[in-house]
């Protein structure tokens, strides 16, 4: 027995295969919704690769200040308490950064120089800093 479709049904289509208007506005707002949420996490990628890079040359920028600072040797560096400041676009490579030395001499022991290299950028919000010892 063969079920006989009723052709005044809301859903017959006279035998044509398609899509309703409903069907296609609903596939488009999950479409929609999927591309936004690809295009807010682009957007994270992309400032996290920039801020990685942002790291990246200010922690170049300190390694060569501390070449400089090994190539002098304990008896190069300052006999006293120091901090050196060099201010944005004062550091050729590095305009956007900002360079801050500072050399305590007797620390953490007698015959020993603390050398703090400090790097800011983005007005000082963010920075990076490392340090190292230098003895007789």
Not at 12 to 27: P, R, W, Y
Not at 52 to 63: F, G, L
Not at 73 to 93: C, D, H, K
């Amino acid at each position: 027995m063969a079920i006989k479709k009723d052709s005044k049904s809301p859903y017959h289509n006279g035998g044509q295969g398609g899509f309703t208007l409903l069907e296609v506005l609903v596939a488009m707002v999950i479409l929609a919704v999927g591309l936004l949420g690809m295009a807010s996490l682009s957007v994270g990628i992309i400032k996290g690769n920039v801020f990685s890079k942002e790291i990246s040359s200010a922690t170049t920028c300190a390694r060569e200040k501390f070449e400089e600072v090994e190539q002098l040797g304990f008896a190069g560096a300052p006999t006293a308490n120091t901090t050196v400041t060099e201010a944005y676009n004062s550091i050729t490579e590095y305009p956007d950064y900002k360079r801050e030395t500072i050399t305590t001499v007797d620390t953490p022991a007698t015959d020993m120089k603390t050398i703090t290299i400090t790097i800011y950028w983005d007005n000082d919000n963010h920075q990076v800093q490392l340090k190292t010892f230098l003895t007789k």
